[in-house]
């Protein structure tokens, strides 16, 4: 089995297609991001499905027409657990 190296991962944007080059590669310093969603939002968790898209934040921002993106929360690294 081939072993995974996660410092060498390749993310394809959602929206544009193209290939999500990463903050240390000279990409936006918020990506790659990841879109998640979560199906049935209203019912129980174990009746929701969970899905990832990655994504070029820009291209969220551009297709996000009713939704803000908050790029100061998004690259907030503090979190309360
Ligand atoms: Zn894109």
């Known amino acids: 089995m081939a072993k995974i ?3 060498n991962l390749q993310y394809q944007c959602c929206f544009c297609g193209r290939s999500v080059t990463k903050a ?12 998640v969603v979560i199906s049935k939002f209203e019912r129980p968790e174990r009746e929701q499905g969970v899905q990832q898209f990655f994504c ?5 921002e551009e297709h996000a027409k009713y939704g ?3 790029r100061d929360v998004l690259s907030s690294a503090n979190r309360e657990m």
Not at 24 to 35: R, Y
């Open 5 to 7: 190296d996660p410092d």
């Open 24 to 35: 240390n590669e000279g990409g936006d310093e918020l990506d790659p991001c990841a879109v």
């Open 56 to 60: 070029h934040v820009a291209c969220l």
């Open 68 to 70: 803000m993106v908050e």
